[in-house]
């Protein structure tokens, strides 16, 4: 019996530490900058970006993992906007951010 709740805590530790997103080639050319490096930028709207933040019921994930799968998953969806620049437009909240979206390069 133990055993098998000690495979069970290694299985969800093993799996807390794992990144579920990926950096597209296209996000990889979005930078992320405070809003003061925007000036003279087009803005191009905000994205609204979310995981999950728990692994099973009361049992969160690392709140530096959530915050780095966000800011890719923004910086994807940025390039989908045809961004090439995102700055955080909110803290994050229960696994969701949201990111103001600019064009600054021609």
Known sequence: MWKSFALSILVLLTTASCTWVSLTRQGDNVRVVSASDVQ????????????????????????????????????????????DTITPASEVVNGAQAFDVFRCMP
């Open 40 to 83: 003279g930028c087009k803005s191009l709207g905000q994205t609204k970006v979310s995981v999950r933040d728990f692994i099973v019921d009361n049992v969160k994930r690392d709140e530096r993992k959530v915050a780095r799968e966000l800011t890719v998953l923004g910086r994807n969806s940025a390039a989908e906007m045809n961004g």
